[in-house]
């Protein structure tokens, strides 16, 4: 079973891509996937492509809160049944071992999945984007034991997870400079005080939370402040701006 991507130039390019990707065709069967994605989830070109997607990554079975398999099925339909793209909220999605008796690894992602159609514009199968974020929820455990998100997630389910996906690629980077724990929770928490500051002076002054974080960038040029400090400001000491 061959790459549903023809153009040479275009599978080159997905190949090359240093995010995850995956493609399904219309029956949910692995058709290509790229080196980020093999490299993200420990696996070969080989043992996916032409496996159904599901039977290459079940559900763990020593979870009995696991829904991997239900969310992403039904992403799919979504993309099929309207030909649009859909972005899934932060999700736990275990990944099956290498060895026989081995235990499922604990993993979390973003998610994307984007419909693939042909040269005549006939949907002919979707591409997976995926993140591994786990590193970035191990890092907001470590901030505040209470944000595991096992459950519900403290922020609004799409806010949070716009933060992770936007955070996954400073933390990997930063790991890969060598840096360590505090650092990245550092980095973490800026990102969680200012997120709280534009929800904080959007709700006070009844303005978009756009126009927000534009009045907090603008305060700390101004100021000559970093804008984590105003934040902090704005959200643990009603700083008015």
Known sequence: MGPLLG???????FCAADTPLLIVDTGLVIRDVNRAYLTATGRDHDELVGTPMFEAFPDNPADPAADGVAKVSASFERVFRHGRRDHMVLQ?????????????LRRYWTRVNSPLRDRDG????????????????????GLDPSA?????????????????????????????????????????????????ARGVIAGRDDISVDQALSRLRQYARREGLPLGAVARAVVEDGLAI
Do not use: K
Request: charged share 35%.
């Open 92 to 104: 736990r999605y275990d990944i099956p071992p290498r060895g026989d008796g081995d235990a499922f």
């Open 7 to 13: 153009d040479d130039e275009r599978a080159a390019a």
């Open 122 to 141: 006939r949907l002919i199968g979707a591409i997976h984007h995926v993140e591994d974020v786990t590193g970035v929820v191990d890092a907001v455990r």
């Open 148 to 196: 595991e998100p096992e459950g519900e997630p403290p922020l609004d389910a799409r806010a949070w997870t716009a933060l992770i996906r936007a955070l996954a690629r400073e933390t990997h980077m930063l790991r890969r400079d060598g840096s360590d724990r505090d650092r990245i929770g550092r980095a973490l928490g800026t990102h969680v005080l200012v997120e709280q």
